[in-house]
């Protein structure tokens, strides 16, 4: 079993990357489902065929989902949304409206994560490849098991013993909907469920997060600021996939600017996210639709390799917290510390070893604290931010 989340920018071409990445695990034998997690969504008009909110088969051994979030709520969180939909509907709301309207914010990305663990326990699959919203969207999406937790552990246990005396004065003095305990019950199961999906994410052996860009100055600062977050929460990232790379051969003067410009910033994209594998995607003669441009480009990114791999193993860089104080930890193997300048501007932390350097953005989390001391230890930098 493989979990494999593709996320980037909008516009970058991750769909395209996710659909051609599941279309290759298919041609290999593995019974491979890929899932659209983003609200406008494109994956139907990857593989040109039509997808819904249940498994529709694309190709043998391949099939495809676009999530709907009322299909999910409905189906799994019925309790929920009866709550929500009868307590605006008491407030004077259109049923109708309100059913719309009990859609509560975050409720999109749950439905994603929970099809994840689904599918990952129905044993019908062996690969399951996620196409992400963008990547604030899916930085938004990583984060809710951490946030559920939290309340889990802090304010639900409150909330429900309080609602236990507060309910028959309520109920009779407001004649109000308020949350009975098959409600509680349901919100348990799913933030409990929500932190068995963290868990089976963050396994470096079963899951993987690919970083999908352009080489563009603005796309890559997005890139290495979602690579801090998801090192920040431990999801591992195994790879990075450069797209729409200006072929070589392509000699019209308009595009010779541009692959100067991509040229550079190709470079860039290797100093920042060094030792990950990085691999290119050219641009194509022809829009990426239909299953043999699919193909076309699997093969242009895999080659003969098996996209199920591990790339990469180990975290670049990952952030703990331990006694009030953030760490920073880099590996920076084969390095004195001699060797080592740093500077910081803002959220961007340059390090120089050399004549090389690496540009790194960091999680907000770190960006408002101050450098109180770094240090080289065992190959690894380590700085402290209080």
Same mark, same amino acid.
């Given at each position: ?6 996320? &980037?920018?909008? !516009?970058? !071409?991750? *769909? ?15 019974? *491979? ?8 969504? #494109? ?7 039509? +997808? ?11 099939? !495809? ?11 799994? %969180?019925?309790?929920?949304? $009866?709550?929500? =939909? ?18 509560? /914010? ?11 663990? &689904?599918?990952?326990? #129905? ?7 996620? $196409? ?20 889990l ?7 429900r ?15 109000m909907?308020l ?9 348990e $199961?799913?933030?409990?469920e ?9 396994? /470096?052996?079963? #899951? ?27 999801? /591992? ?9 200006i072929? &070589? ?8 600017? %541009?692959? $100067?410009?991509?040229?550079r910033? #190709? ?6 996210f060094?030792?990950? /594998? ?23 990114i ?13 975290? =670049? ?7 009030? =104080? ?9 390095t ?17 070893i ?10 907000? =989390? ?14 690894? +930098? ?5």
């Amino acid at each position: 079993m493989r979990i494999l989340l593709y996320t &980037g920018k909008g !516009g970058v !071409g991750k *769909t395209s990357v996710a659909a051609a990445t599941a279309l290759r695990c298919a041609d290999l034998g593995y019974r *491979t489902i890929v899932m659209s997690t983003d609200a406008a969504h #494109s994956l139907a008009d990857s593989f040109d065929v039509a +997808l819904g909110p249940e498994p529709v088969p694309v190709a043998p051994n391949l099939w !495809g989902q676009e999530l709907d979030v009322l299909y999910q709520m409905e189906k799994y %969180w019925s309790t929920v949304q $009866d709550y929500f =939909t009868a307590l605006l509907a008491w407030r004077g709301m259109d049923e109708l409206i309100a059913e719309e309207t009990a859609v509560l /914010p975050g409720m999109e990305e749950l439905a994603s994560l929970l099809q994840v663990v &689904g599918h990952h326990d #129905s044993g019908n699959y062996d690969v399951i490849i996620v $196409d992400c919203a963008p990547t604030g969207a899916t930085l938004q999406l990583l984060t809710i098991p951490e946030i559920g937790r939290w309340y889990l552990k802090r304010i639900f246990p409150v909330e429900r013993q309080a609602m236990k005396v507060i309910r028959p004065l309520a109920q009779a003095m407001l004649d109000m909907p308020l949350p009975d305990d098959r409600l509680f019950d349901t919100v348990e $199961d799913l933030i409990q469920e929500l932190d068995r999906m963290q868990r089976l994410l963050s396994d /470096p052996q079963l #899951s993987s997060t690919r970083l999908v860009l352009n080489p563009e100055k603005m796309v890559i600062k997005e890139s290495q600021r979602a690579y801090a977050y998801l090192c920040l929460y431990g999801y /591992p990232v195994d790879l990075v996939i450069s797209n729409r790379i200006i072929p &070589g051969q392509v000699n019209d003067a308009y595009f010779a600017t %541009w692959r $100067d410009i991509q040229a550079r910033y #190709s470079q860039q994209v290797e100093e920042a996210f060094a030792p990950l /594998p990085i691999l290119t995607v050219p641009l194509f003669d022809q829009e990426v639709v239909g299953l043999e441009m699919l193909r076309r480009m699997a093969t242009s990114i895999y080659g003969d390799r098996d996209p199920t791999t591990v790339f990469y193993v180990g975290q =670049t860089q990952e952030v703990v917290k331990q006694d009030g =104080t953030y760490y920073l930890r880099i590996r920076l193997p084969f390095t004195s510390k001699e060797a080592v300048q740093i500077t910081r501007a803002a959220d961007e932390l340059v390090i120089h070893i050399g004549n090389r350097k690496r540009n790194l953005i960091l999680p907000r =989390t770190l960006a408002v604290l101050e450098v109180r001391k770094a240090r080289l230890e065992n190959d690894v +930098l380590i700085m402290a931010f209080g």
